[in-house]
């Protein structure tokens, strides 16, 4: 489902009347979406569906936030916004939930321990193959890696959100891609063999 400008108004406006009706299209519309996005942060399917329910709860709560003269009624503009709430929401449940997840800051691998083989293991996965071995990252490089790679946040921003240093963002996600690519080996050997 997709919607034009005047339609997203219309929807925008209505939810924030609390219209249950405009509220459950909002929630179809987007649901899919929270849920990938909410997936790479989670640790189990129900704490995606925790995340979910809890990303509109915030969502809905603040959407006089979404400021239309800046960003206008368009459906990217808008889902940017979204994912950003989302995305804040699961950093702060993993936060309160998993408080126990360190960064690594110390001991950033030599790039001569990576090889440059990478991008041929990569070819032969599939995407879900792929998208399964980046859920298996251990929790603080899991953070930084979906944060900067997939979501695009700088290092600085990265720092800013998860309280870290620069340096810290900038070796956990070397640390992940290391890992990424070690497992992303492992897995395509086992793959042959099977």
């Not at 009347?17 to 459950?24: D, Q, V």
């Not at 329910?53 to 709560?61: I, P, Q, R």
Request: with cysteine; aromatic share 14%; charged share 25%.
């Amino acid at each position: 489902m997709s919607y034009c400008n005047e339609e997203l108004k219309h929807l925008l406006d209505g939810c924030r009347k609390n219209s249950r009706s405009h509220e459950r299209l909002f929630f179809d519309w987007l649901k899919e979406f929270a849920a990938n996005v909410c997936y790479r942060y989670a640790s189990s399917k129900i704490e995606v569906q925790d995340l979910v329910c809890d990303g509109f709860v915030k969502a809905f709560k603040n959407l006089h936030l979404y400021n239309e003269d800046i960003y206008g009624y368009s459906e990217a503009a808008f889902k940017g916004w979204f994912k950003k709430v989302l995305i804040n929401n699961c950093i702060n449940y993993l936060n309160k939930f998993h408080p126990k997840i360190e960064f690594s800051d110390a001991n950033v691998l030599l790039m001569a321990e990576i090889s440059d083989d990478s991008e041929s293991v990569l070819d032969a996965m599939s995407y879900n193959e792929i998208l399964e071995t980046v859920m298996e990252l251990p929790p603080a490089y899991k953070m930084v890696f979906n944060l900067f790679v997939i979501d695009g946040y700088t290092h600085e921003e990265v720092a800013g959100i998860l309280g870290i240093t620069e340096g810290t963002s900038k070796s956990n996600l070397f640390k992940a891609k290391h890992w990424l690519q070690k497992a992303l080996e492992k897995k395509m050997k086992h793959k042959r063999y099977v």
